[in-house]
């Protein structure tokens, strides 16, 4: 079975700090894909990063930035000089390949970022 | 141009009616999914489709019944709302096997009272 844990239920930071979203995940596929979603005050999902099991490289995208490491099966999130719009719930999932692909979503970590 | 669009948005209905949501992808992915999202945030997948065969049910109630004209198309319709029904449901869409292009909805928030 697969499992995701986000054991951050909330953060709440001050503009401009740095803070690093955890998530574990547990399966016993040796190929598999890992995402992270942001989930707005609006109530979409929006798609953040998707990465593969065999690609362990570290990945930035301009404040974002993804820690996955295979040894501790985590793939952790970090944004950078966080802003108010960063405000939102961060979901990590997990996906299997094969045409019974389907997302296992962890609970969700709800970060606030004041000023 | 909206990928994957639901329709409605917002749904009120009384216990015991019937209510369908609807979901189009103009993607060309070949599966599509419907998702719930509960009152504590929670997302879980519902149902599945591959090219309109049912590839996923994870343990839904009988009320609750996809149906999928062609692989553009998954439409949820709900026998007999419950108060427990309420909740966000999302669809998305995916192509191939490795779930590439995950792509979701905006959501149907659907309300019983």
């Known amino acids: 079975a697969q499992k995701v844990t986000q054991a951050q239920t909330e953060i709440s930071v001050v503009e401009k700090e740095d803070v690093t979203l955890d998530c574990v995940y547990e399966?016993?596929?040796?190929?598999?894909?890992l995402f992270w979603y942001k989930q707005p005050p609006s109530g979409e999902l929006v798609f953040l990063i998707r990465?593969?099991?065999?690609?362990?490289q570290n990945e930035i995208s301009g404040r974002y930035s993804w820690n996955f490491q295979k040894s501790t099966s985590s793939f952790n999130f970090t944004i950078t000089a966080s802003q108010v719009v960063d405000s939102a719930v961060y979901f990590c999932a997990l996906d299997r390949p094969g045409t019974a692909s389907k997302l296992t979503f962890g609970t969700g970590t709800r970060l606030q970022v004041t000023l | 141009d909206t990928a994957v669009s639901q329709t409605p948005k917002y749904l009120v209905t009384q216990m015991g009616n019937d209510k369908s949501i609807k979901c189009e992808q103009n993607?060309?992915?070949?599966?599509m999914y419907w998702y719930k999202q509960d009152s504590k945030k929670f997302l879980k997948i519902m149902f599945s489709?591959?090219?309109?065969?049912?590839?996923i049910n994870e343990t839904v109630p009988n009320r609750f019944s996809p149906k999928s004209p062609d692989k553009a198309h998954l439409n949820l319709h709900i026998n007999s709302l419950e108060l427990g029904d309420s909740a966000v449901y999302f669809c998305?869409?995916?192509?191939?096997?490795?779930?590439?292009?995950?792509?979701f909805g905006s959501g149907t928030r659907l309300t019983v009272v």
């Open positions: 990465r593969n099991s065999f690609d362990e």
């Open positions: 489709y591959n090219n309109k065969e049912l590839i």
């Open positions: 998305a869409s995916s192509h191939g096997a490795e779930g590439y292009g995950y792509t």
């Open positions: 993607l060309g992915h070949d599966t």
């Open positions: 399966t016993r596929d040796t190929t598999y894909y």
